[in-house]
């Protein structure tokens, strides 16, 4: 049965600091998905890594994937208040059955 | 192009009823799954269809199923609810079935007294 575990569940941090998601799945895949919640929405697609050794950038965020290691990290550089959420990250299995993580819960403070 | 439509927002039912939710996948998706999340389980699989055909389902009770039409349209039903079937139920769709990246419509928050 694949697992997926993220750490930490709960991050807070200060604006313009650096920090890194760390999400850890236990059966081979070569894609990770990580996904963005604000409180009371919905998922919003951040990136799609499908190969080892991917990286992906969109602002302040940068995901990699190691996929020998089967390790995800999503790094934060300088946050800021706007990137408060909880992250998921996500391993699809069979079709589109998709294994969350628990979630990061991310608060920047000011 | 307009994203994934759940509805309703927001639903409560009591103990024993049985509910309906729709889902509306972005036009030219053919594949839509559900998603139950719950802050104590996390966000769990459901069941997938694609061309009106279940292709993957989840570890749930035969309580709760679905279906899809042949516009891609889909719906889940749950009977005889509990309480433990409150959670934000989450449609998504993609093009494929294959590993497909997922997006999500808004949800439906069912609460169940």
């Known amino acids: 049965e694949l697992k997926v575990e993220q750490n930490p569940l709960f991050l807070s941090m200060q604006e313009g600091k650096n920090y890194t998601i760390y999400c850890n799945y236990s059966t081979t895949s070569d894609r990770l998905y990580w996904y963005r919640q604000d409180p009371g929405k919905s998922l919003e697609s951040l990136f799609v890594?499908?190969?080892?050794?991917a990286v992906k950038q969109e602002g302040r965020l940068m995901a990699s994937l190691d996929t020998k290691a089967r390790l995800s990290t999503l790094h934060i550089t300088a946050a800021v208040h706007d990137l408060s959420a909880t992250y998921f990250c996500a391993v699809a299995t069979y079709g589109q059955n998709f294994v969350f993580g628990p979630g990061t819960r991310l608060s920047v403070l000011p | 192009k307009a994203g994934v439509t759940q509805t309703p927002r927001y639903l409560i039912k009591t103990r024993g009823q049985q509910v309906t939710l729709s889902c509306s996948p972005i036009s030219g998706h053919r594949s839509v799954s559900w998603y139950q999340q719950t802050p104590g389980q996390g966000l769990q699989f459901l069941f997938e269809?694609?061309?009106?055909?279940?292709?993957n389902k989840g570890n749930f009770p035969g309580r709760f199923s679905g279906r899809q039409f042949s516009n891609s349209r889909s719906e889940m039903n749950v009977s005889t609810l509990e309480l433990g079937d409150s959670a934000l139920y989450l449609c998504?769709?993609?093009?494929?079935?294959?590993?497909?990246?997922?997006?999500f419509g808004s949800g439906t928050q069912l609460s169940v007294l």
């Open positions: 890594l499908l190969s080892n050794g």
């Open positions: 998504a769709s993609s093009l494929g079935w294959a590993n497909e990246k997922l997006f």
């Open positions: 269809y694609f061309s009106e055909t279940q292709r």
